[in-house]
C-alpha cells in the first residue's frame, strides 16, 4: 500500500507540474492569439496539431535530448495540455460582446482596466473550461511515463499487465480515473467561484 500511495503522489506531482508549466506558456500565447488577427490561424492550427499528437510518440522524442525520468515526461505533458489551454483562453477572450469593449472604452477605460474590469469576467468561464480539459488529459496521459522511468500509477497498471494481476491493474486504472475526475470537480467549482469573485 505504501507503494502505491508513493506512486499516487509521483502522478500528482508529474500531472501538475506538467500543467502549471503548460499554464505558463498557454495563457499569454492565448491571450497573444486572441489579439493578433494575423497569427491566429497559424497559432491555433499548431494548437490542433498538438492535440492529435500521440503521447507516448512525443515522450520517445524527447528522451535523445531529456533523457530518461520526470524531465521528458513533464515536458511532453506540458505539450500535450497547452494547446486545449490556448484555445480556450483565444475563445473565451474573442467571446467578448463587441457591446461590453465598446461601452468600457467610451467609459475611459485603459487598455488593462478593459481587460481586468470586461474581458476577464467574461473569457473566465471557457478558460477554466480549457484548464479542465487539459488537467484531466494531463493526469490520463501521466501513466506513460512509466515508460520513461518516471514512476506514476502508470507503473501499477504496467505491473499488473506483467504479473497478470487484474486487482492491481484495476487499482492502478480506477486511480487514476479517481484523480481526473476529481481535478475536472475541482476545477470546475474553483472556476464558479473565481468567475463569481470577477
Given at each position: 500500500m505504501s507503494d502505491f500511495t508513493a506512486h499516487v503522489a509521483e502522478h500528482l506531482v508529474l500531472a501538475f507540474s506538467a500543467l502549471?508549466?503548460?499554464v505558463t506558456a498557454g495563457l499569454p500565447l492565448g491571450i497573444f492569439a486572441a489579439g493578433a488577427a494575423?497569427?491566429?490561424?497559424?497559432?491555433?492550427?499548431?494548437?490542433g496539431i498538438g492535440r492529435?499528437?500521440?503521447?507516448?510518440?512525443?515522450?520517445m522524442l524527447l528522451l535523445p535530448w531529456l533523457g530518461v525520468g520526470s524531465a521528458p515526461a513533464i515536458v511532453a505533458?506540458?505539450?500535450?495540455?497547452?494547446p486545449?489551454?490556448?484555445?480556450?483562453?483565444?475563445?473565451?477572450?474573442?467571446g467578448v460582446p463587441a457591446a461590453a469593449l465598446d461601452a468600457a472604452t467610451g467609459m475611459g477605460m485603459t487598455p488593462v482596466q478593459r481587460f481586468a474590469r470586461v474581458i476577464l469576467p467574461f473569457a473566465l468561464p471557457v478558460s477554466f473550461a480549457g484548464l479542465r480539459t487539459a488537467?484531466?488529459?494531463?493526469?490520463?496521459?501521466?501513466?506513460?511515463?512509466t515508460f520513461v522511468g518516471a514512476g506514476g500509477l502508470g507503473d501499477e497498471i504496467v505491473r499488473g499487465l506483467q504479473t497478470d494481476d487484474p486487482a492491481?491493474?484495476?487499482a492502478g486504472a480506477a486511480a487514476v480515473a479517481?484523480?481526473?475526475l476529481g481535478a475536472d470537480l475541482a476545477l470546475g467549482l474553483a472556476g464558479r467561484r473565481v468567475t463569481t469573485l470577477a
Open positions: 502549471a508549466l503548460a494575423a497569427v491566429r490561424g497559424a497559432i491555433l492550427a499548431l494548437a492529435t499528437l500521440p503521447s507516448l510518440a512525443v515522450l505533458l506540458a505539450l500535450l495540455a497547452i486545449p489551454i490556448v484555445i480556450a483562453v483565444d475563445l473565451g477572450i474573442r488537467a484531466t488529459e494531463t493526469i490520463a496521459s501521466a501513466t506513460l511515463a492491481l491493474l484495476f479517481v484523480l481526473a
